[in-house]
C-alpha cells in the first residue's frame, strides 16, 4: 500500500531520525510500504521522514535507472536484482578520499516538478543495517552515490534545495515558495 508523501515545508522534513532499534515485522512492514511508495511516484529513493516518520531509515531502488554507477556491497558485487529495492536502516556515510565532484540534477518527491544541480563526492562509503538489522558496508559511485547522499540528508533533515548553489536556488526560489505555500493551505484544510 502507497503512503501519502509529505511536501516542502511540512514540519518533519526537518526533524532527525530516531535510531531504528527494533528490527521487528512492523519495521519490515513499514519499509514495504515505503517501497510501495516509492515505486508508485516512480522514485529512485524514499526516505521515512517523507511519509510522516522522524527515523533513520530510507529505501533505494536504481533498477530501472540509465545513469552509470559502480558498486560493492559487502566486499562482492552482487547484481542489483539481488539487492534491490535496498533499505538502509541507520546508514552513515563516509567520502572516500579518492573521491571527485561531480554535478548532477536532482529532484526529490516531496519537492513536486522541481530540480536542480547539485555538487556532491562522486565516492562514497555507507554503512547500514538492512530491515532484518544485519549490517552492511556499501561502496558505490555515480547515481548511486547520490542517490544515498540525497537519502541520508533527509534522515538528518537536511534538504536537496540547501545543497544547491546561490544560483541554482535563486532559479527554483519562485516554485519552492509556491510549494511552501500550497502545503499550508492543504494543512490548513485538512484540520478545518
Ligand atoms: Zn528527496
Redesign the pocket.
Known amino acids: 500500500m502507497a503512503l501519502p508523501i509529505v511536501h516542502y515545508n511540512h514540519p518533519i522534513l526537518r526533524k532527525k531520525g530516531a535510531k531504528v532499534t527494533a528490527f521487528d515485522a512492523a519495521l519490515a512492514e513499514f519499509a514495504a510500504e515505503m517501497v510501495a511508495t516509492m515505486h508508485a511516484a516512480n522514485g529512485i529513493?524514499l526516505?521515512a521522514q517523507?511519509v510522516g516518520r522522524a527515523l533513520m531509515l530510507c529505501v533505494i531502488d536504481l533498477r530501472e535507472a540509465t545513469a552509470e554507477f559502480n558498486w560493492t556491497l559487502d566486499g562482492a558485487k552482487p547484481p542489483l536484482d539481488l539487492f534491490m529495492p535496498l533499505t538502509l536502516a541507520n546508514p552513515v556515510v563516509t567520502v572516500l578520499p579518492a573521491t571527485t565532484d561531480t554535478v548532477y540534477e536532482e529532484g526529490?518527491?516531496?519537492f513536486p516538478g522541481i530540480r536542480g544541480d547539485i555538487e556532491r563526492p562522486d565516492l562514497i562509503s555507507v554503512k547500514f543495517q538492512d530491515e532484518r538489522g544485519v549490517p552492511h558496508v556499501m561502496v558505490c559511485d555515480g547515481l548511486l552515490g547520490r542517490c544515498v547522499q540525497?537519502e541520508v540528508d533527509?534522515l538528518n533533515g537536511v534538504l536537496?534545495i540547501e545543497r544547491m548553489d546561490k544560483k541554482v536556488r535563486a532559479e527554483v526560489d519562485e516554485a519552492v515558495k509556491t510549494l511552501a505555500k500550497a502545503t499550508r493551505e492543504a494543512a490548513k484544510a485538512a484540520k478545518a
Open positions: 529513493g526516505a517523507q526529490c518527491l516531496s540525497h533527509h536537496f
